[in-house]
């Protein structure tokens, strides 16, 4: 059985940086295109970042040139940097992974972590 776990989350404030990781097992990374979506209170899951099988990176218009999409087939792990944060980004973060390309939609992903907390203070 696939199993993804996010890691990395916590508090930080505004400007500052983190780095959230997304370990799988029961199955090879490669296997998958991953993607990190995010989702506030209140607030419908939302798409962050995605990165295909061969390292094809694309990210959503809020996050675009602050946060980064990485994938170690190697150490069946995948990455979200994310550098400038803002209070808005405060979230839950979850990793997914999808048989299918990578994908903006939540519903094309098979399987999701449970999420790891995000929250950026002003």
């Known amino acids: 059985q696939v199993q993804l776990v996010e890691s990395g989350g916590g508090t930080v404030q505004a400007g500052g940086s983190l780095r959230l990781s997304c370990g799988v097992s029961?199955?090879?990374?490669?296997?998958?295109?991953m993607g990190w979506f995010r989702q506030a209170p209140g607030q419908e899951r939302e798409f962050v970042a995605t990165?295909?099988?061969?390292?094809?990176?694309s990210y959503s218009g809020p996050v675009k040139g602050r946060f980064t999409i990485s994938r170690d087939d190697g150490k069946n792990t995948a990455y979200l940097e994310m550098n400038s944060l803002r209070p808005e980004d405060t979230a839950v973060y979850y990793c997914?992974?999808?048989?299918?390309?990578?994908?903006?939609?939540?519903?094309?992903?098979?399987?999701w972590g449970r999420g790891t907390q995000v929250t950026v203070s002003s």
């Open positions: 997914a992974a999808t048989f299918a390309s990578d994908d903006s939609r939540p519903s094309s992903y098979d399987f």
């Open positions: 029961g199955s090879p990374l490669s296997t998958y295109a």
């Open positions: 990165i295909g099988r061969g390292g094809f990176t």
